[in-house]
């Protein structure tokens, strides 16, 4: 079983709200990811994290932020959701393993709707 | 342009019997190809990794083929079971950094019966 942790699992909001989807891993990873996946399409990558301090966009273009405060953590915001929003929320982690590739560890995942 | 087509998108058998699932890539340069298997409403879970080098790798039920020549990947559930029910997702890694660009497929639907 993979240690990282998203919260909340379900959230149903109106529009505007101000969001944060949590993330957190104990497995010392020190990269991180948020995906986003919409029924029968494949995931794409929003936002990365290589460590402390480094935050990166990733492929899809989201209105959403994120920061890397703490290894352990990497939280989502959406300042002001939009019915555009809903989707499914997936975070990731990968730490060295002296291999050139690591393995990849997802989160249950956070189902947003946005009202 | 980098992709991963999986087929067929979605398949229903009957408990018991066995299964493919098939992917092809376009993906270069290529690092590694991945199989994951996602339950209804959680979070993808590795089934296996191969690197160029390897042709087959089995994990249990789940054995994964990978043919570099033609671009091409297979998963094979043995005995299936209800609980095999979940979408099967391709990924597919390039070697266009320390980390690797992930290529994912939009997974192949697999329903199984009593």
């Known amino acids: 079983e993979a240690d990282i942790y998203q919260t909340p699992r379900y959230l149903v909001i109106g529009t505007g709200k101000k969001i944060t989807l949590e993330c957190s891993q104990t497995?010392?990873?020190?990269?991180m990811y948020w995906y986003q996946q919409d029924p029968g399409m494949e995931l794409h990558l929003i936002h990365y994290?290589?460590?402390?301090?480094?935050?990166e966009k990733g492929d899809l273009s989201s209105e959403s932020t994120v920061s890397r405060i703490r290894t352990e953590h990497f939280p989502l915001t959406l300042e002001s959701a939009r019915p555009s929003h809903t989707s499914q929320y997936l975070c990731?982690?990968?730490?060295?393993?002296?291999?050139?590739?690591?393995?990849?560890?997802f989160g249950e995942g956070s189902r947003l709707t946005v009202l | 342009k980098n992709q991963v087509e999986q087929s067929p998108q979605s398949l229903i058998i009957l408990e018991g019997k066995n299964c493919t699932l098939q992917?092809?890539?376009?993906?270069?340069?290529?690092?590694?190809l991945r199989w994951y298997k996602q339950d209804t409403g959680r979070g993808p879970v590795s089934l296996t990794i191969?690197?160029?080098?390897?042709n087959t790798k089995s994990n249990g039920r789940y054995t994964a083929t990978l043919d570099a020549d033609t671009k091409q990947s297979s998963l094979h559930i043995t005995a299936s079971q209800l609980s095999d029910s979940a979408s099967y997702i391709c990924?597919?890694?390039?070697?266009?950094?320390?980390?690797?660009?992930?290529?994912f497929g939009r997974g192949t639907q697999l329903t199984v019966w009593p």
């Open positions: 990731a982690s990968s730490g060295p393993s002296g291999k050139k590739y690591g393995e990849l560890f």
């Open positions: 497995m010392g990873h020190d990269k």
């Open positions: 994290s290589y460590g402390v301090n480094s935050t």
């Open positions: 992917c092809n890539y376009t993906v270069s340069p290529f690092s590694n």
């Open positions: 191969m690197t160029f080098s390897e």
């Open positions: 990924v597919v890694s390039d070697r266009g950094s320390t980390l690797g660009r992930l290529y």
